[in-house]
């Protein structure tokens, strides 16, 4: 398996790009280490097949170059890369046995058959699907099928990295949990490098070591989903993860003072911010207290889910969401205070940390 280096990726579709708005794909720079396991989500359209797509060599970025353990594979094919991936749609061989189709891909490198016979029985118990090898693929469920796609990708243990984009999508819910557990446990006992595409938000904090938030064209933060939570370092981080997301409130900001509307609240840092940049202030619904002191709300409506409350309520001029326990009390004159470690702090979208 390999570290792979992402140097300066940028991709514009059309022949002459006029503007930066006409680029999939803006900046990407970052290494990946060997052996991590990376979700990129992000909202449709913000480039995340277009960058497994440069990751695998079914496109070339307009710019930048991709190395595999320092190696620059920029202008290499898929099958020079040496790539396995897992599509949406199980691609599969419909006529041939389970047992051929895990085959396949060894016969194709002209592994010996006593090798291919072992990894293929080998692989076929990996995946789930000891009792099934005689079994031609077309008589299987579109989750065996998908099984199938990962055999095909892990029977091949010489793969620099495996590449899934939404390959749950077509399976049922609680199939769907079964497979991602099964792939997360593939994954610590045999540690390849893993780049899996997603725009479900649990699939990805369930499964990933690091998470890659894109939004945009751009990675706009890579973080374990603590820290995604906690320390959201763009806006879009911060509203994207959490249900209800974090709330951004309008802030002003002068030496540790913030004020909100009429309100302030002093910090014990002073966030760097510059002249001119439009600040915000995030506090996710889960770290706001409501209670009989701190600032005025007034509380618009309650939503009951199960073993909490989300109450959306007006504050300085905006809709804020905060979540209390199923018995919590909502008070006649309700007040709001925020748990000041989880205050962050944004400049033109981008977090401002302490330092
Ligand atoms: P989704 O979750 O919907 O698959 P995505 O995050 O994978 O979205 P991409 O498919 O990478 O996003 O698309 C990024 C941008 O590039 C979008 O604006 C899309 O319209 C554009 N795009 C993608 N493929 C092409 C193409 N073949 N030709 C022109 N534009 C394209």
Redesign the pocket.
């Known amino acids: 398996m390999a570290r792979i280096n992402l140097e300066h990726i940028r991709h514009a579709?059309g022949e002459k790009p006029k503007s930066e708005a006409d680029y999939?794909l803006k900046e990407v720079h970052h290494e990946w280490n060997d052996g991590g396991a990376y979700a990129l989500l992000?909202p449709?359209?913000?480039?995340?097949?277009?960058?497994l797509n440069i990751i695998s060599g079914l496109l070339q970025p307009s710019e930048g170059r991709i190395l595999f353990d320092g190696r620059d594979v920029t202008e290499l094919s898929t099958q020079q890369r040496n790539i396995a991936q897992v599509f949406q749609f199980p691609v599969i061989y419909d006529t041939m046995t389970v047992y051929d189709n895990l085959a396949f891909p060894l016969r194709n490198r002209h592994v010996p058959e006593a090798e291919v016979d072992r990894r293929v029985r080998e692989t076929i118990d990996m995946i789930g699907l000891s009792g099934w090898a005689d079994r031609k693929a077309r008589r299987l469920t579109a989750d065996q099928k998908q099984k199938i796609s990962l055999g095909r990708g892990l029977v091949r243990n010489d793969v620099n990295a495996i590449l899934f984009d939404e390959p749950l999508t077509v399976i049922d819910p609680h199939m769907k949990w079964v497979l991602r557990s099964q792939l997360k446990k593939l994954h610590r006992q045999f540690g390849f490098t893993m780049v899996y595409?997603t725009?479900d938000q649990t699939e990805a904090l369930t499964f990933a070591d690091k998470v890659v938030v894109?939004y945009d064209g751009q990675i706009v933060q890579i973080g374990t989903p603590a820290e995604l939570f906690e320390r959201p370092s763009h806006t879009f981080v911060g509203y994207f993860i959490g249900s209800p997301g974090m709330n951004l409130l309008p802030a002003r900001i002068d030496g540790s003072t913030v004020s909100l509307g009429t309100d302030t609240i002093t910090l014990d840092y002073q966030p760097k911010v510059a002249a001119g940049a439009r600040t915000e202030l995030g506090i996710r619904p889960e770290f706001v207290r409501l209670g009989r002191e701190g600032m005025h709300v007034h509380v618009r409506k309650v939503e009951d889910i199960g073993r909490q409350k989300i109450v959306r309520a007006e504050f300085a001029g905006k809709s804020i969401a905060i979540v209390v326990p199923e018995d919590g009390e909502i008070p006649a004159e309700p007040r709001i205070t925020f748990d000041p470690s989880a205050i962050n702090i944004y400049a033109d979208s981008w977090r401002v940390g302490r330092e």
């Open positions: 579709y999939a992000g449709s359209g913000c480039g995340k097949t277009t960058l595409v725009h894109m």
